[in-house]
């Protein structure tokens, strides 16, 4: 794991990139930051996670490390061990992680438990929509009480490197670590409501747009040529043919612009989280 520190001082903030290490969005505008030799009002960690899984271009050596949070330093699993320690690091600190999809080349915020410091991170980042993952977030880093992902577009893309820079130097505006106003666009919020999972062995074509809201009745996708018909709408996340070996994509509810939901006022405590942070 990389972790560079700028500026004086003990930081309460981070940028982590390269969790899964096919997504090099992150690690590459980390680089673009510091090669910029910036000149920051607070101290700030830019965090490498997955260097191993990075040059590999795998999104894990061992185990996914966005799903073994809080880990463990003693496990025989290289991401376990891995995750103990991007837990130890962050701890104490408002982080952004930085992934990318193979889904959608618009940036978007992922979340889980979302509290008002959440909400105020996500309102402020160049994303189009917000996503909350609580239903299924299981040993991710969204669970922390301050962390944010954001998707920042198709995986390897220089699209998505360019999203992830304007993500972390919004985030920074945003924590005072740069100068400058952040943009405060609105996203729209999505509750996921469930995963769609693939049938084995058979081969998927998907018909809807992610985002945007199947009617009931509307054939979203087809399985080996059978048509997968919406009993309720619904609005696709994450829903591609080939992204994933069991997982089509998950079902949302849309609720409108992020400012009109209504958020826990205190941090949450997911139960990752028991051990990992004070606040
Ligand atoms: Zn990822």
Redesign the pocket.
Known sequence: MQVHTVGEGTPEVAVVGA??GD?PCGARAIERFLATDPDVDRPAKLIIANERALEDNV?YVETDL?RALPGDPESDLYEERLAHELLTEVEGCLSLGI??TVSSERAFANVAYLNERKRDVVAHLPVTAAVDFTVVADGRSVELPGFVDI?AGYQGSERAVDNAYDCLVAFFQHTGVLPGDPPAPDPGFYEVSEAIYKEPGESYDVLAENFERVAPGETFATADGDALVADEAFWPVLMSADGHDVLLGYRSTYHGPLSTVEVAAEAERAPVADDATDD
């Open positions: 969790v899964h997504e999104r966005n992934h990318s998707e």
